[in-house]
């Protein structure tokens, strides 16, 4: 009888195999469950604080920029930050990147020097990031401006010199070592923020509503030089963080109410319904503003506003 020989199975990637995968590496790392670390994540670690909480398949993502950059997602080195269609953007504190680049091991010392200080702010009007590596002869450097980055948030209102030295610090990183697919919460902000600031059809008609009838009472004197068909328009303007930035805006970093409260000045002082309309269109284009009380006290002042001017080219004309 002939011998029956047994053909070993040949694993076609032994290498894959045998890798642990990126959920069970990181249990090992931090000695957790592999079959709680998901679980263990969303209620810790990536827990959101608005908008439902991130899929599977989103704290994977989170997991792979951890993975490859090294960061402790329980230390906040690195964390999710909602965007507004649900989803997250993967944010590294300034922790995480300290680590990473004192990590690097290209890396050979940093230093910030300070740019003039402006007489109207008491601040640095920028900071600079030198970044040297052992196999480069020149340092790396990177310059960011108070007037570009400086915003309305808690951490610029209480701590600009150190918030622009991050940026400075972020921004010199990135050129120096090629660290991408990572941000700071500052830069997650402007991400949002310019995946569009909607005003909403409902919102522009409630203007509208307050400026129309006024304006069909008005006589032609105080619509000059604009025309009535110059109402804000009743389709939903989309408008990036960037146009709205550009814009004849209030003062940069300001807060909201204080924004509003400076278009509530420039309505007061509006000589023509052409006036009121523009002020209104940008005070509705700021990040939240049609969802702040102060905004519907601000429609209701230019509403009134607008009769004023009605009766006085009235009481002018006869």
Not at 236 to 241: D, F, G, L, N, P
């Amino acid at each position: 009888m002939a011998a029956v020989i047994e053909q070993p199975q040949v694993n076609p990637n032994p290498i894959v195999a045998g890798k642990p995968s990126l959920i069970a590496k990181f249990a090992a790392r931090f000695g957790v469950e592999p079959n709680k670390m998901l679980t263990t994540l969303k209620a810790t670690a990536f827990r959101v604080k608005e908008g439902p909480e991130p899929t599977n398949e989103q704290l994977m993502a989170l997991l792979i920029v951890a993975d490859q950059y090294g960061l402790n997602p329980w230390t906040k080195e690195i964390y999710a930050f909602p965007d507004k269609h649900n989803g997250i953007v993967p944010v590294v504190g300034v922790d995480g990147w300290s680590r990473i680049i004192n990590e690097h091991p290209q890396f050979d010392g940093m230093e910030f020097v300070d740019g003039p200080v402006d007489a109207k702010t008491n601040l640095p009007e920028w900071i600079e990031c030198l970044m040297h590596r052992k196999d480069r002869a020149h340092p790396t450097r990177a310059r960011e401006y108070m007037v570009e980055c400086k915003r309305g948030t808690q951490p610029w209102q209480t701590h600009p010199r150190r918030m622009l030295r991050h940026k400075s610090l972020m921004q010199c990183a990135r050129i120096a070592f090629g660290f991408v697919g990572i941000y700071d919460e500052d830069e997650a902000q402007r991400i949002v923020d310019a995946q569009s600031v909607v005003m909403q059809n409902d919102a522009i008609d409630a203007l509208n509503a307050t400026i129309k009838p006024a304006l069909q009472n008005a006589p032609s004197e105080t619509l000059a030089p604009a025309k009535q068909s110059e109402v804000v328009d009743a389709t939903i303007v989309e408008k990036t963080a960037e146009t709205v930035a550009t814009a004849d805006l209030p003062e940069a970093g300001a807060s909201l109410e204080s924004q509003l409260a400076d278009f509530r000045t420039a309505v007061a002082d509006a000589t023509s319904v052409a006036d009121v309309a523009a002020a209104m269109e940008k005070a509705a284009a700021l990040p939240n503003a049609l969802k702040a009380p102060e905004y519907k006290a601000l429609a209701d002042f230019a509403g009134e506003r607008i009769k004023k001017l009605g009766k006085e080219a009235k009481a002018a004309k006869s």
